[in-house]
C-alpha cells in the first residue's frame, strides 16, 4: 500500500504545474496570433498533457524508488525546478502576453528536462526514458513558441 500511495502522490506533484494553465485566461488572444500551419488544434493539447503529467509522474515514482536515498535530494531539486518552470510558462505566455519571455522559460525547461533524464538515468534506467516524450514536446513547443513570436 505504500508504493500505491507514493504513486499518487508523484501523480499529484506531476499535475500541479497544470493548475497554472487553469486559472489563465488567454481572453481571445491567443486565438488571434498568427500561428504557423503546423500548430496543432487547440483541443490536442488537453490529451498531450494529461499522458505528459502522468508519465512524468511515472518516472518520478520509479527514480524515486531506485538508486540510493541519499542521492534523493540533488536529483529531487531537479526534478521540482522543472515542473516549476513548466507551471510558470502558461502564465507567462498566456496571462502576460510575452512570447519572448514564455521562450525564455522553455529555454530552461528544455535544459531541466535533460539534467533530470542525466540525473534519472543513474537511478533508473526506465525513469529516464519516460521522460523522453516530455522532451520531445518541449522542444516541439519551443519551437512553436519561437515561431509564434517571430510572425507577431
Known sequence: ???AGQLLLFIVIAFLPSLSAIVVKTSGWYEALNKPA?????HLFGPVWTVLYLIIALA??????????EERRAVFTV???????NAIWSPVFFGLHRPDAALIVLIL???????CIGAFS???????WLLLPYF???SFAGALNA???VIN
Not at 79 to 85: E, K, N, T, V
Open 122 to 128: 543513474q537511478r533508473s534506467r526506465l525513469a529516464a
Open 60 to 69: 518520478g515514482y520509479f527514480a524515486w524508488t531506485c538508486g540510493r536515498r
Open 1 to 3: 500500500m505504500k508504493k
Open 109 to 115: 525547461l528544455w535544459f531541466l528536462i535533460l539534467i
Open 147 to 149: 515561431t509564434i513570436m
Open 38 to 42: 503546423w500548430n496543432p488544434p487547440p
Open 79 to 85: 526534478y521540482g525546478a522543472q515542473l516549476i518552470m
Open 136 to 138: 520531445l514536446w518541449v
